[in-house]
């Protein structure tokens, strides 16, 4: 056991601390973090919401965009039927590679050598 | 229909999973193996068993269904049923797996510190998994008296026996495997046949899939009537019909208008416009928002994020099930725009449901290969009931063993199976009228009315309560109740009140949140004073270990 304590992890452990025992330093730090991931995960919603949920209402403002036809496909049912899968899944790949990024963020915060 | 491939391509899918059940049986000891599956499978296995487990008897039949009825209209079901996944990966999926919870009622007492909540939680967690199993079975009893001829009781009683028994025997452990080979034989299942679907509507040149006069029959068919119908036919003609009449059509005749179940060819083709009808853009964005909410709160899907080793494999599981739901749901519009060139019958009776598994033959005819994929179709659809069934079964019982029965031992979770899988059994037998699709659909409403502000709001804000959830769980949740009450047993209603309560997500689900955020600020004194703790716990990188 001390063995574990005493490696590679005692270089953060006043923040460690800090954060554990929730005072102020620490809480802070936690803030900033939960803020970060909220603010990414209602970003890439905002990606969605524009990206899918203004396909009713663009299709219903202008109709002659629903008559278009791509490779003898309407234009509505590609969108719907084959576009949106891929897009759902590129916003997914992108958040799960940002959010990651925000939490090396936070480690390499937290365990920066203490000056 | 005369085809000897199908039971027994039924009777091997059954035996099967109650054979990879008995497989697992071995290895499931303790009751963590039960629940939770000890934590120990791989972000793979568990995407693929997520999928397999989520695509259902509404995904699997219902879609192809509403397409060849609706048309383009209600892509949005299957668009938001993948979408469920990004809300869920955005919102929840890593925090909750951090949070340690094994199930929601779980999570309510971990964040809030509540009894009286959990005990709320724990009656929508069942409500809304007897919501959803219910037409699971009826699926399963409709499906095999499409394709065998047999009694509505039999295919719903089989079903439910077969999964009560492998959930109690097998627990989750058991389940996990099952359900992965049943996401890939769904995938398969459907993907196969599309396959020859595509090249036959090529060596028959193509046929128009909305000829500007409206759905012809390419051959001679005859429908028999089981309900009093009006129908019109393209000339202007209006005929009703009595039951049991038999109306013989030709190939080339046109496909007679049902009041109430055929939809032109123009509307069928392009989306609703809102000029002329705002309810229909108001319904579509309610299904939007029930679907892109709804999925974190299915009891089924969340209990599987606790198989996850830490919250970023949560995340990418998460993503992978994204993708593989994703590949599933471009197979369904195939089914429901060539059920428009070859199985129009389905326009008349409105059956539409049936036509996955009635296109195969239907298109290819009645050789080997189309009877071999008419057998295929069938068993990815009874995997469809088995899977999805076994999953809210397990979510299920493992609620009502812990938090009903107040045991945690093996032989309480049997106990809690059997009665939570003979609840819906009796339901099912006795409620026959319903519309599958429908029904799932109300269950994602009351769950994106009830869970989902609790999860988002209890991940992401400090100033949520335990009074505040429960009112809002109360208010929206039980708003979406009444909804679904007032559809499945109601009086019929039109004009604005009929999509109100058809559709309600659109009005819970801002209640919803409403009253969760305003009740707990007003009793903001009862925010828990370990907040703080539970927040580091949440969202710190698990790579810290604190």
Not at chain 1, 28 to 49: D, I
Not at chain 2, 359 to 385: I, K, Q
Not at chain 2, 496 to 502: G, I, K, N, S, Y
């Amino acid at each position: 056991m001390l063995a574990d304590v005493s490696g590679r992890d005692n270089r953060g452990d006043r923040t460690r601390a800090e954060l554990a025992q929730q005072t102020r330093v620490g809480e802070a730090l936690v803030r900033g973090l939960v803020r970060a991931q909220l603010a990414l995960a209602l970003r890439l919603s905002l990606v969605v919401v524009i990206g899918l949920g203004g396909l009713p209402w663009l299709f219903a403002i202008a109709p002659s965009v629903s008559r278009v036809t791509v490779l003898g496909v309407k234009l509505p049912w590609l969108l719907l039927g084959v576009a949106s899968f891929p897009f759902l899944i590129g916003v997914g790949w992108a958040y799960v590679r940002l959010a990651e990024r925000n939490e090396q963020d936070f480690t390499d915060l937290v365990q920066r050598p203490e000056r | 229909m005369e085809n000897g491939l199908v039971v027994p391509a039924i009777v091997a899918v059954t035996l099967l999973t109650v054979g990879i059940g008995f497989y697992g049986l071995r290895l499931a000891r303790t009751t963590s193996d039960f629940l939770v599956a000890s934590r120990a499978i791989s972000p793979t296995w568990n995407a693929a068993a997520i999928g397999g487990e989520y695509l259902s008897a509404a995904s699997f039949l219902g879609v192809a269904g509403l397409i060849l009825k609706y048309g383009v209209d209600v892509l949005w079901y299957p668009v938001g049923f993948a979408a469920g996944y990004l809300a869920l990966l955005l919102f929840v999926a890593a925090p909750l797996r951090r949070s340690g919870a094994f199930t929601l009622p779980d999570f309510c007492e971990l964040r809030l510190g509540s009894r009286r909540l959990r005990i709320l939680a724990t009656a929508f967690v069942i409500f809304i998994g007897w919501l959803y199993l219910v037409p699971q079975l009826q699926g399963a009893g409709l499906t095999l008296a499409t394709v065998t001829g047999s009694a509505y009781p039999v295919g719903a009683v089989l079903v439910a026996v077969v999964v009560t028994a492998n959930v109690a025997l097998g627990g989750m452990r058991a389940i996990t495997f099952v359900q992965a080979f049943q996401y890939w034989l769904k995938l398969t299942a459907l993907a196969v046949p599309a396959i020859f679907l595509a090249l036959q509507w090529q060596a028959d040149a193509r046929p128009a899939v909305a000829p500007p006069d409206g759905p012809l029959f390419r051959t001679a068919t005859s429908v028999v009537v089981e309900h009093p119908a009006n129908l019109t036919f393209p000339d202007g003609e209006i005929r009703a019909v009595r039951p049991g009449e038999t109306i013989s059509f030709d190939a080339g005749d046109p496909v007679p208008e049902v009041a109430g179940v055929t939809i032109d060819g123009t509307d069928w083709l392009l989306p609703s416009t809102a000029g002329t009808d705002d309810r229909g853009l108001f319904a579509t964005y309610s299904l939007i928002l029930a679907t892109f909410l709804g999925t974190m709160g299915l009891p089924h899907v969340l209990v599987r994020f606790y198989t996850n080793p830490d919250g970023a494999a949560a995340r990418r599981t998460t993503l992978v099930v994204l993708a593989l739901v994703g590949l599933f749901y471009l197979l369904p519009t195939i089914y429901g725009v060539l059920g428009r060139i070859y199985t129009p019958q389905l326009l008349v009776t409105g059956q539409t449901d049936a036509v996955v598994v009635l296109l195969p033959e239907a298109a290819l005819g009645d050789g080997t290969t189309g009877r071999l994929l008419a057998a295929l179709v069938a068993a990815g659809a009874f995997a469809a009931f088995l899977s999805t069934s076994s999953g809210l079964l397990t979510s299920v019982a493992g609620v009502i063993s812990t938090d009903v029965l107040g045991r945690g031992s093996v032989r309480g979770f049997r106990l809690a199976t059997v009665i939570a899988g003979t609840v819906p059994a009796i339901l099912a037998l006795n409620v026959s009228g319903l519309d599958v699709s429908q029904v799932v659909g109300l269950a994602f409403a009351v769950a994106a009315s009830s869970f989902c502000p609790l999860l988002v709001l209890g991940i992401w804000w400090r100033g949520l309560t335990d009074l505040g959830a429960a009112a809002g769980v109360l208010v929206g949740g039980g708003a979406a109740i009444a909804a679904v009450l007032v559809t499945v047993v109601g009086p019929p209603l039109s004009g604005w009140p009929a999509t109100l309560v058809a559709q309600p997500a659109a009005w819970t689900v801002p209640l919803a949140f409403t009253v969760t955020v305003l009740v707990s600020a007003a009793t903001r004194r009862r925010v828990p004073a370990d907040v703080g703790a539970t927040m580091l716990r949440l969202h710190a990188p698990d790579t810290l270990r604190l």
